[in-house]
């Protein structure tokens, strides 16, 4: 006559396979998986989450590193809650079209920018960054001193960076520095100085027009001639 096992299970089991530490079913809280000899894994299973090293507070949770061989893929949001994050891939590429920095800013006091490492007579560092001192924008290249949440201006190597680019729109404040080419437009206030260069537009003063003339000729043209209208030439 057969035995019936129904709503039976088996007590004990082979010593090399694995089972629930108190040879209890899988239920919805996470217990230590071990062998039959009493040897315990790293290994934490409940029917709904699975932990390496640790009670899993989530589906999948593991206390220490952990590498993916392959692609992973993250339908949701990625916290990192490091203080570095390392990418090292070739390229890098941002579906948005505006990168927020300085997210946890909660005052004026930290320089926000992006900056880049090169070797040229040792390691240096080059960038552009708003200065949270005077609310400026700046370029910079030859640093010795990583930046950290300010730029140090005063470091070694420290030198303002040049741009290349064309300028639309009013410029507001005193240039300061050599102007090179044609300046065609209004020129209103301020002190105009220099040695050479082209103007051609209206220069308004509502002051003393000066030409020092001690070492060069200053000459007036007709516009649409080109005509010498009038010269002064240094020692007249």
Same mark, same amino acid.
């Given at each position: 006559?057969?035995? $019936? ?6 007590? *004990? ?6 089972? %629930?530490? *108190?040879? $209890?079913?899988? =239920? ?7 062998d ?6 790293? #290994? ?7 932990? %390496?090293g ?7 949770? +593991?206390? /220490?590193?952990?590498? %993916? /061989?392959?692609? #992973? %893929?993250?339908? /949701?949001? #990625?916290?990192?809650? &490091? ?20 997210? *946890? ?5 930290? *320089? !926000? ?7 040229? +007579? ?12 005077d609310?400026k ?10 930046p @950290?949440? +300010?730029?140090?201006?005063?470091? $070694? ?5 040049t #741009?290349?680019?064309?300028?639309? &729109? ?9 102007? =090179? ?9 301020? =002190? ?12 308004? =003063?509502?002051?003393?027009? @000066?030409?020092?003339?001690?070492d060069?000729?200053?000459? !007036?043209?007709?516009? &649409?001639?080109?005509a ?7 020692g007249?």
């Amino acid at each position: 006559m057969a035995t $019936s096992y129904t709503g039976l299970r088996v007590q *004990d089991t082979y010593n090399a396979i694995i089972k %629930i530490g *108190d040879n $209890s079913n899988l =239920t919805g809280t996470a217990k230590l998986l071990s062998d039959g000899l009493g040897n315990d894994s790293p #290994l934490y299973l409940s029917s709904t989450r699975l932990g %390496i090293g640790i009670t899993p507070a989530y589906q999948f949770h +593991t206390s /220490g590193n952990a590498k %993916i /061989g392959g692609n #992973l %893929i993250v339908s /949701g949001n #990625l916290t990192v809650n &490091g203080t570095l994050t390392y990418l090292n891939v070739q390229d890098l590429a941002v579906e948005d079209p505006i990168i927020k920095l300085a997210k *946890d800013n909660t005052a004026n006091t930290l *320089d !926000i920018g992006l900056f880049g490492k090169y070797v040229a +007579t040792g390691t240096k560092y080059k960038g552009f960054f708003n200065d949270a001192s005077d609310d400026k924008f700046k370029l910079f290249i030859g640093t010795t001193v990583e930046p @950290t949440t +300010t730029v140090d201006i005063t470091a $070694s190597g420290y030198t303002v960076g040049t #741009l290349v680019a064309n300028l639309e &729109g009013n410029v507001t404040g005193n240039v300061t520095g050599n102007v =090179t080419g044609n300046l065609t437009g209004n020129v209103t206030g301020g =002190t105009i100085s220099g040695t050479t260069g082209t103007f051609t537009g209206n220069l308004t =003063t509502n002051g003393t027009f @000066t030409v020092n003339t001690n070492d060069t000729t200053f000459e !007036i043209l007709d516009a &649409g001639t080109n005509a010498l209208q009038m010269r002064v030439v240094a020692g007249d």
